[in-house]
């Protein structure tokens, strides 16, 4: 139930296991996660989170862990998971497509959270809370990837599935595939150059 006794001396605060609500999913807003959701969430950990990377773990391990985390919910008796939403083939990045990227942040109004540039100071900032009441923090993109992975095609998902649990919705109805990651380029735009040269690394390998 996420009140473990290291619980109130951390923030983020952990998971609730018994919703059987999580916010790294590849299927749409609402629905359960696949097993190899929850499986890549344990192997890469949660940045900025107390929930660290338990990539050492053998395949077995991993599968029984996330069979454990899913007998806490009764969701996981009455329904399947979500479909994983198909994320199209990324485009070349150019700056026209950084420059739309930037209009379609104000279109939705992600400003509102994020502030106009990004630093997670945006009017609404301050009020957030996630669906618990509990107060919680607009991302920052100038410090770094989001917490569900660091490569392009995971900001897509974010977009397209929203953050369950959290005032981070799903936009798949409101902007188009090619607007998302146009949106996606404006954002990576914004990251720290260390962290871009991880990602380039990442992709070499």
């Known amino acids: 139930d996420g009140n473990g006794e290291n619980a109130p001396y951390i923030d983020p605060k952990p998971r609730d296991f018994q919703l059987g609500i999580f916010k790294c999913r590849s299927t749409p807003t609402g629905t359960l996660p696949t ?109 770094g990837t989001p917490k569900c992975g660091s490569s392009d095609a995971d900001l897509y998902r974010i977009f397209m599935t929203g953050l369950d649990g959290t005032p981070m919705p799903s936009f798949a109805d409101n902007i188009k595939p090619d607007e998302a990651w146009d949106l996606v380029f404006y954002l990576k735009s914004l990251e720290p150059k260390k962290s871009k040269e991880r990602d380039i690394a990442t992709k070499l390998q």
């Open 35 to 143: 097993d190899q959701d929850l499986s890549d969430t344990i192997a890469r950990g949660i940045d900025r989170s107390n929930m660290p990377s338990w990539n050492t773990f053998t395949l077995q391990q991993k599968a029984d862990l996330v069979a454990w985390v899913k007998h806490y919910s009764p969701r996981w008796a009455s329904e399947k998971p979500g479909t994983p939403i198909q994320i199209p083939s990324e485009p070349e990045v150019t700056a026209e497509r950084i420059k739309n990227g930037r209009e379609i942040f104000a279109k939705v109004q992600c400003w509102k959270c994020h502030g106009v540039t990004g630093e997670a100071n945006g009017p609404s900032a301050a009020t957030l809370q996630d669906d618990l009441g509990r107060p919680i923090a607009a991302f920052n993109f100038t410090e």
